[in-house]
């Protein structure tokens, strides 16, 4: 996955993806973010919001996105 790399602003260290989920009542939120192993320098990706309807079973949305340039 060479063209997915992103590199570290701070030291030039290949960045790690990682994913997070906050939970808040029915509304969960993931976050994908980049996170530097070598100085913890973190850089959001995108963040999808997952409600859960008692109607319409579950909503995705994006919420945010943020363009990672890629080398
Ligand atoms: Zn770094």
Redesign the pocket.
């Known amino acids: 996955m060479k063209n997915n790399e992103v590199v570290?602003y701070?030291?030039g260290?290949k960045m790690e993806h990682w994913a997070e989920v906050e939970h808040n009542g029915a509304i969960s939120r993931k976050h994908y973010y980049y996170k530097?192993p070598?100085?913890g320098?973190r850089l959001g990706d995108l963040t999808i919001k997952i409600e859960r309807r008692e109607d319409r079973g579950i909503v995705l949305s994006l919420e945010e996105y943020i363009v990672v340039k890629r080398r």
Do not use: E, L, S
């Open positions: 570290c701070k030291c260290t530097c070598r100085c320098y």
